[in-house]
């Protein structure tokens, strides 16, 4: 196996699409995104399971334990009432303006399981 180096996000897709690479590794949602925006979309897939696991969080103030508190209070909110998945399904799994284009990303397990333990931890 070659490793081949793109100079940014979009090089490798490109490579991808002229067969001078065969696949392309990087963050899910980046995949999705240049799948999304790309020419010929039916063309390309995500395939395989996540090399790893790369959470994605709020950050705040240090030792401001109220606005933590109120952070956490909102977001633990959303996934009691539904809205955290509804709000998941809108950007994730439907089409958003300008372009009306659908990224197609199912939620992943790993968070399925953050949110019903509503934890502030993140999912390894």
């Not at 999705?32 to 995500?46: M, R, Y």
């Not at 090399?51 to 950050?59: D, I, N």
């Not at 977001?75 to 089409?95: A, H």
């Not at 284009?101 to 992943?108: A, F, K, Y």
Request: hydrophobic letters at 45%.
């Amino acid at each position: 196996m070659d490793i081949i180096l793109g100079k940014d996000l979009d090089d490798p897709l490109l490579m991808v699409q002229n067969d001078r690479a065969v696949a392309y590794a990087m963050d899910d949602i980046i995949l999705f995104g240049l799948i999304a925006n790309s020419k010929d979309p039916a063309s390309l897939e995500v395939v395989g399971e996540a090399l790893q696991v790369e959470p994605y969080a709020c950050m705040v103030r240090k030792n401001d334990p109220a606005f933590k508190a109120l952070v956490d209070g909102v977001i633990t909110g959303l996934m009691k009432s539904g809205d955290f998945e509804k709000l998941y399904t809108k950007w994730f799994m439907s089409p958003i303006p300008p372009k009306n284009i659908s990224l197609n990303l199912p939620m992943s397990q790993q968070l399925r399981d953050n949110l019903k333990a509503q934890s502030d931890k993140p999912a390894m």
